[in-house]
């Protein structure tokens, strides 16, 4: 995958209970990936045909998440 085309978003949860984020990529998808902090893929995330994908976050974690555009 080209570097160029990589978008790296990191989240992370102060609260004391889990939350979801959603957001809607404007641009087309070849995936959405869960990595870990060294950017290693661990699975692919569910996103639609708009772009529409969630990350569910647990109190006190960091999630890593790869967006690859087309």
């Known amino acids: 995958m080209p570097a160029?085309?990589?978008s790296?978003?990191?989240f992370y949860n102060p609260?004391?209970?889990a939350?979801?984020?959603v957001f809607q990529w404007n641009k087309?998808?070849?995936?959405v990936f869960r990595?870990?902090?060294n950017e290693e893929?661990?699975?692919?995330?569910v996103a639609d045909e708009c772009g529409t994908f969630a990350v569910e976050v647990k109190p006190n974690?960091?999630?890593t998440v790869l967006v690859v555009d087309k």
């Open 4 to 6: 160029d085309l990589d």
């Open 8 to 10: 790296i978003l990191r």
């Open 15 to 17: 609260a004391p209970k």
């Open 19 to 21: 939350t979801t984020a």
């Open 28 to 31: 087309p998808l070849l995936g």
């Open 35 to 37: 990595t870990n902090l």
């Open 41 to 45: 893929l661990l699975d692919s995330l």
């Open 61 to 63: 974690e960091v999630q």
